[in-house]
Every structure is written in C-alpha cells, then in structure tokens.
C-alpha cells in the first residue's frame, strides 16, 4: 500500500514563487490521486503490491500489460512528485560540487538555466524536464507525461513539474514565467546531496 508522503514544509513555503493554493491542490488532490489510483492498480497483484516506487518503475516490463500503462502513470506520478518536493526550498543559491559539475558539463551557470528552461519550455503539453546523472554525466531530459528517469535508467538530481496543474492558478498560460520563478525554490544543497548518493 502506497501513502502520500507528507510535504517537508508548508504550502506557503515557496510564496510567491509557487502560492500556497497551487501547492495545496497539487499535493492533497493531484498527487493523491496518484497514490490512490496506484493502489488501485496493485490491488489485484500481491506480487508487486508491497514492492517499491523504484522496483515497479525500474521493472515495468516485467509488469502484467494490464497494469503496466497504470503502474507507469500513477506510479510515476507518485515517484516524480515524491521526488520534486524534496527539491523545493526558497532563496538556496547554487554551491558545491553540483555547480562546479555544472560548470564542467554546460560552461557555466547561465547556459545551464538557459538549457533547462528550454527544455522544461518546450516540452510539449504535460510533463517534465529534469537533471540527471547518466553515465557519471549530467543531462537535461524531458519526460511526458509521468514517464520518470529511473525507468530509463537515469538518475534524479533535479525536476520541474510543467503540467498545467504545477502553475496555472497563478500563472494561467504563461509556463515561461513560472519557470523563470521556480529557479528561486531549487534547494541546491538537496540537489547537492542526491548528486553525491548518484555518484
Ligand atoms: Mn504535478
């Protein structure tokens, strides 16, 4: 049985980056949802119900075709949003080792944000953009939907949500300026941290 897990801080926390109504919804309702419908999905299968968010995603393959396209919606919808808390903290500037790894893998600072914003700009209806390590490489993906990177074997350091859900009751269509704001609630010292445990 999957649980919601708790927020590490309060919806207001990323005002007025992210409001407090936008993260409300977006963990009580949207990410619930995916916690319920995972359940769901599992229930008839006890081979896989008690297994992980990371073996089901990692092996979903593996998976009945019945429950594999639910595994990898509301799974991924469980372990993405998981995930994308963990990264969120107010006024944390970039430091350590992530940003001399950035600096080697994409010049510099700048021409990092400029590639994930692009990225996280052009992806196409609902989904993600994300850093990753790859190959003891960092990577700027997109994912649709909520196809996650672990199922392609890629490791997490830092994700955007850009579904519509994720910004628009304070930015209605205008994805590029919650983008621009969500670069003053990346906690790099998280980032910093799940850089280590990749490596
Ligand atoms: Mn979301």
Redesign the pocket.
């Known amino acids: 049985m999957h649980t919601l897990s708790e927020l590490p801080y309060g919806y207001g926390a990323l005002e007025p980056y992210i409001d407090a109504r936008t993260m409300e919804v977006?963990h009580s309702k949207?990410?619930q949802a995916y916690v319920n419908n995972l359940n769901a999905a599992l229930e008839k299968y006890p081979e896989w119900k008690n297994k992980s968010l990371e073996e089901l995603l990692t092996n979903l393959n593996a998976l009945s075709e019945e429950i594999r396209t639910a595994v990898q919606n509301n799974g991924g919808?469980v372990y993405?949003?998981n995930f994308?808390w963990q990264v969120l903290k107010k006024d944390v500037e970039p430091s350590g080792e992530i940003l001399t790894a950035i600096n080697n893998d994409f010049g510099n600072f700048e021409k990092f944000k400029q590639e994930f914003t692009e990225a996280a700009k052009i992806q196409f209806g609902s989904g993600w953009a994300w850093l990753v390590l790859d190959n003891a490489k960092l990577e700027i993906i997109k994912t649709a939907n909520q196809i996650s990177p672990i199922t392609e074997g890629k490791k997490p350091l830092l994700a955007i949500?850009v579904?519509e859900?994720?910004y628009y009751l304070k930015y209605q269509n205008k994805r590029p300026e919650y983008i621009e704001a969500f670069f003053n609630v990346i906690d790099w010292e998280k980032v910093n941290e799940f850089f280590t445990k990749a490596q």
Request: net charge negative; charged share 10%.
């Open positions: 977006h949207h990410h919808g993405n949003h994308f949500d579904w859900h994720a």
